[in-house]
C-alpha cells in the first residue's frame, strides 16, 4: 500500500476549498476559466511542483503533473458549477496528488496527476477532456461560447502564457478518477465504496422557439405567439412521448431558460432553453433526440413559432476497465469489507473522455443525502479517507 498522508490529503482539500469560496455552507465558485479557478490551477501547479512533478498546462487549461516516463494517470477536475460543492471534482484532483506524492516519497509507482479544464461544461460537455480525447474536434472548440454569450476563446485568453501544447496520452498507462457518488445509493445503503462499472452517455443542445413579442394586457390570448407558452407545451409533450421509451434509470433535463425580454408586462417573443438527456443505452439516445426534434417542430407548426436547434454535443456511454475495476475492487473488500458495491455512474466524468485513449476506472465515495451541484454538497472525511486508502492500496496492485 503507497504509504498515503490522510492529514496532508485533508488540509489540501480545505485548502483548495477556500479558492472560490462561496460563504455558503462548504460551497465554492469556479467555473472554467474565472479568477478562482485560474488561482486554483496556480496553487495546484505549485504543489504539483512541490511533490517533484513537471507542471504542464495544456491548450484548453488542464494542469498536469507528470511523473518521468510511463505513469498512471490520476484525477479529476477542479472547475465547478455555478453554486459548487467543495469535492465535485476537487476530491479526485487532490487524492491524485496525495497518491502520486507519498508514492514518489515510497520511490514507486510513477503516478501523474490531472486536473482537467471544464469538466463542468460551462461551454460545452466535459470539454477539457473531450478536447484532448478528440471527442470534441479542434476545429468545434473555436465556436463554444457560454450561456451568456462569452466565447470559450476569450475566456481561456485569461490564462495567457501558461497555455503550452497538449500532453502525449500514450505515455500513461491507464487513468483512475476517485469522485463523490452525487446520488442517493451509498448513503441510503450504508454503503462505503463504489466501483464503477460504467458512465452513462449524454446529448446536450439549446433549442430556441420565436414568435411575437406584444403587450401582455391588450394582447388576446388566442393571437398570441408566446414562446413560452411554445416551451411549456413542447416539456409536457415530450414527458408524454417519452413514456413509452425511457427506464427509471433515464434522465432529462431543462436546466437554463432565457426568456425575451423576461418583463412582467411583455408576451415572451423568443426563449432559449438547454435540453439535456442521459441514458446507458446510444439507442435510446437516438430515439430520444428525434422525439425532441419532431415534438419541438411539432409545437412550432402548431403555435406559429420559428424554431432553432443549437449543435448538439454529447458523450457516449462506456464501460470501464475490467483489470481496474477487479483491482479497486480487492482493494475495497480489504479497506471496506461489505461495504462497496459495483455500480453505474449517472453523472458524466472525465473518465468518460479519457476511456477512448486509455484503460479507465473510477471509484465512488457516499455524498450525505445524495446532494451535489448545490453548496450543500459534502461528504464525512473518515468516508474520504477510506476511499484515499482504497486507491493507495490499489495503485499500489496497479504500478507494480
Ligand atoms: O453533469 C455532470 O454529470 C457532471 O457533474 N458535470
Ligand atoms: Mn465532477
Ligand atoms: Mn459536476
Redesign the pocket.
Known amino acids: 500500500m503507497i504509504p498515503v498522508q490522510p492529514e496532508r490529503f485533508l488540509k489540501d482539500l480545505h485548502d483548495l476549498r477556500a479558492i472560490g469560496a462561496s460563504g455558503v455552507g462548504k460551497g465554492v465558485v469556479r467555473p472554467a476559466y474565472s479568477e478562482a479557478d485560474i488561482t486554483a490551477r496556480d496553487w495546484l501547479a505549485d504543489r504539483l511542483r512541490e511533490a517533484g512533478l513537471e507542471v504542464r498546462f495544456d491548450p484548453m487549461g488542464s494542469v498536469f503533473g507528470l511523473a518521468d516516463g510511463p505513469s498512471l494517470l490520476m484525477g479529476s477536475h477542479s472547475d465547478t458549477q455555478p453554486e459548487g460543492g467543495w469535492l465535485?471534482g476537487a476530491l479526485g484532483v487532490i487524492s491524485a496528488l496525495e497518491v502520486a506524492r507519498a508514492a514518489r516519497e515510497a520511490g514507486g509507482p510513477a503516478v501523474s496527476v490531472v486536473s482537467f479544464q471544464d469538466?463542468?461544461?460551462r461551454f460545452g460537455v466535459?470539454t477539457g477532456s473531450a478536447a484532448w480525447s478528440g471527442v470534441l474536434p479542434e476545429e468545434d472548440v473555436g465556436k463554444l461560447v457560454d450561456p451568456s454569450g462569452v466565447s470559450l476563446a476569450e475566456a481561456r485568453s485569461a490564462m495567457g502564457a501558461r497555455l503550452g501544447d497538449w500532453v502525449d496520452p500514450a505515455r500513461f498507462t491507464g487513468f483512475v478518477e476517485m469522485h463523490i457518488e452525487?446520488g442517493p445509493v451509498l448513503d441510503q445503503t450504508g454503503g462505503k465504496i463504489g466501483v464503477v462499472e460504467a458512465i452513462v452517455g449524454i446529448r446536450d443542445m439549446v433549442i430556441r422557439f420565436e414568435g411575437q413579442q406584444n403587450h401582455a394586457g391588450t394582447t388576446p390570448m388566442a393571437m398570441r405567439r408566446d414562446a413560452f407558452q411554445a416551451l411549456s407545451t413542447f416539456n409536457q409533450r415530450i414527458n408524454d412521448h417519452f413514456r413509452n421509451v425511457v427506464t427509471p434509470a433515464t434522465v432529462w433535463t431543462v436546466g437554463h431558460v432565457s426568456v425575451h425580454p423576461n418583463a412582467h408586462s411583455v408576451v415572451p417573443g423568443k426563449v432559449a432553453f438547454s435540453m439535456q438527456w442521459r441514458d446507458g443505452d446510444p439507442e435510446r439516445l437516438a430515439r430520444m433526440e428525434q422525439i425532441i426534434r419532431d415534438t419541438a417542430s411539432e409545437v412550432a407548426g402548431d403555435m406559429g413559432l420559428s424554431l432553432e436547434f443549437g449543435p448538439m454535443l454529447g458523450v457516449e456511454p462506456v464501460a470501464m476497465d475490467a483489470t481496474l475495476r477487479a483491482v479497486l475492487a480487492g482493494a475495497a473488500e480489504i479497506e471496506t469489507p461489505g461495504k462497496w458495491r459495483h455500480m453505474p455512474s449517472g453523472?458524466?466524468?472525465d473518465a468518460s473522455n479519457m476511456a477512448r485513449l486509455m484503460p479507465a476506472a473510477m471509484l465512488f465515495v457516499p455524498s450525505i443525502g445524495g446532494i451535489s451541484?448545490d453548496f450543500a454538497e459534502d461528504t464525512a472525511e473518515p468516508d474520504l479517507v477510506s476511499g484515499l486508502n482504497v486507491l493507495a492500496r490499489a495503485v499500489a496492485r496497479i504500478g507494480a
Open positions: 465535485d469538466e463542468e461544461g466535459t452525487q453523472a458524466l466524468h451541484h
